[in-house]
């Protein structure tokens, strides 16, 4: 019986367990990398680079990333 906690999703997603529409929560996820470090890498292009293009790649990742499927415990228990 798999673990429903521990299941991912194939695909890239935007995490449901995310902070500010769950970008990096889903990249982190999707690549195995810690999510701390990513947000903390994204804040920085923020402040280094005048806010302008990271925001617009990141509402343009926001709009076009699909949110992480719903995915019930019953569905593995058979």
């Known amino acids: 019986m798999s673990d429903y906690y521990d299941y991912r ?3 890239l997603y935007r995490s449901r367990r995310g902070i500010v529409f769950g970008v990096c929560r889903g990249l982190a996820d999707r690549f195995d990398i ?3 470090w990513l947000r903390v890498i994204t ?3 923020f ?3 005048g806010f302008f293009p990271v ?3 990141y509402i343009l990742m926001a709009l076009l990333m699909k949110p992480e499927p719903r ?3 019953d569905d593995y228990a058979r």
Do not use: C, D, N, Y
């Open 55 to 57: 925001a617009l790649i």
């Open 71 to 73: 995915w019930r415990h």
């Open 34 to 36: 810690s999510a701390f």
């Open 47 to 49: 402040i280094l680079t």
């Open 43 to 45: 804040v920085g292009a």
């Open 9 to 11: 999703p194939g695909g």
